[in-house]
Nanobody, 119 residues
Framework: QVQLEESGGGWVQTGGSLGLSCAAS????????MAWFRQTPGKEHEIVAS????????FYKDFVRGRFTISRDNAKNMGYLQMNNLKPEDTAVYYC????????????WGQGTQVTVSS
C-alpha cells in the first residue's frame, strides 16, 4: 500500500508559476511509475504528465508540454510538478498518482490540491 499527499496548490494570476509536491509513504515509491492528473467539475480525471519509476522518461500531454515539468526524488519519496506560464484553463484539482509499471495502471491516489489561475 502507498499513501500519497499533495501540497503546493493555491491561487495564481495568468502567466504565474506554482510548484506541486507529492509525498509518498508505505510501499517502495521508487518501484512505481508516477503521474499527475487533474479534474474540473463535471469532467473525468485527465492525465497531465507521467514519469517512470527511475525518473528517466517523462510524458506530457500537449496542453502542458513546454510549460510543466514532472520530476521525482526517489531518495526522498517525493514527486513534483512545476507549472509555469499558467493559464485560466489550468484551473483544476490536481492529483498525484502512482502505480506498478507492469500494469500501467495508477492504483494509488492522493486527495488532490486545488490550483486556481485567475485571468
Amino acid at each position: 500500500q502507498v499513501q500519497l499527499e499533495e501540497s503546493g496548490g493555491g491561487w495564481v494570476q495568468t502567466g504565474g508559476s506554482l510548484g506541486l509536491s507529492c509525498a509518498a509513504s508505505g510501499r517502495t515509491f521508487s518501484s512505481l511509475n508516477m503521474a499527475w492528473f487533474r479534474q474540473t467539475p463535471g469532467k473525468e480525471h485527465e492525465i497531465v504528465a507521467s514519469i517512470n519509476s527511475d525518473g528517466e522518461r517523462a510524458f506530457y500531454k500537449d496542453f502542458v508540454r513546454g510549460r510543466f515539468t514532472i520530476s521525482r526524488d526517489n531518495a526522498k519519496n517525493m514527486g513534483y510538478l512545476q507549472m509555469n506560464n499558467l493559464k485560466p484553463e489550468d484551473t483544476a484539482v490536481y492529483y498525484c498518482a502512482a502505480g506498478s509499471p507492469t500494469t500501467a495502471h495508477f492504483e494509488y491516489w492522493g486527495q488532490g490540491t486545488q490550483v486556481t489561475v485567475s485571468s
